[in-house]
Every structure is written in C-alpha cells, then in structure tokens.
Nanobody, 119 residues
Framework: QVQLVESGGGLVEAGGSLRLSCAAS????????MAWYRQAPERERELVAA???????FHADSLKGRFTISSAKDNFTTYLQMNDLSSEDTGVYYC?????????????WGQGTQVTVSS
C-alpha cells in the first residue's frame, strides 16, 4: 500500500496562485503514475492532471496553461502549480496514485486538501 499526504491548500484571492504537494510513502515501487483530482461542491470528482513514473504528463484541456503537474526527482512527490485561480477552481483536491499491474489493488487516495478561491 502507498500512503499519500497532501499539503499546500488554503484560501487565495482570485488571480492568485497555489502549489499543492503530495508525498508518497510505503510501497512506492508500486507507483505507476500520480495524479491530481478535484471535487467542487455538488459536482463529480474530475481529473486535473497526471504524471507517469517516466515523466509523461497529462493536463485537462480546460486547465492547460494555468495548472502544471510535476514531480520530484525521486518520483515519489508530485506537485500541482495552480496559477490565475478563479472561484471555479474552489474544491477539494485529491492526490491519487495508480499501481503497477503486479501490485494489489488499483491505487491509493490522499485525504484531500481544500482550495478556496475568493472572488
């Protein structure tokens, strides 16, 4: 099992920036990819961005240019840089890891970190 700890959320004014971090521990050899999801009030959880252990990245089309995912050299910490935030970005942001096929289970979720953008 991989444990995830997110940090960096908080309250920010519209137009501001935040950088979220997600640190993985435990069976890190099981990590195939790390991703950020978010869930706004009364909306479904949606994929924001993802990065594979080889460094390939994916960003949701609607967020390209404002949000950037990256990872530390050890590939066990991932970051989400969020710029030009608006109230539409308010929600709980979750870190997720997908496991390699030879590891039990599909992956792990973090506890989430709240991002609130004031207009």
């Amino acid at each position: 099992q991989v444990q995830l700890v997110e940090s960096g959320g908080g309250l920010v004014e519209a137009g501001g920036s935040l950088r979220l971090s997600c640190a993985a521990s435990g069976d890190t050899g099981c990590i195939s990819a790390m991703a950020w999801y978010r869930q706004a009030p009364e909306r479904e959880r949606e994929l924001v961005a993802a990065i594979t252990s080889e460094g390939r990245t994916f960003h949701a089309d609607s967020l390209k240019g404002r949000f950037t995912i990256s990872s530390a050299k050890d590939n066990f910490t991932t970051y989400l840089q969020m710029n030009d935030l608006s109230s539409e970005d308010t929600g709980v942001y979750y870190c997720n890891v997908a496991y390699r096929a030879y590891c039990p289970g599909p992956g792990s979720w973090g506890q989430g970190t709240q991002v609130t953008v004031s207009s």
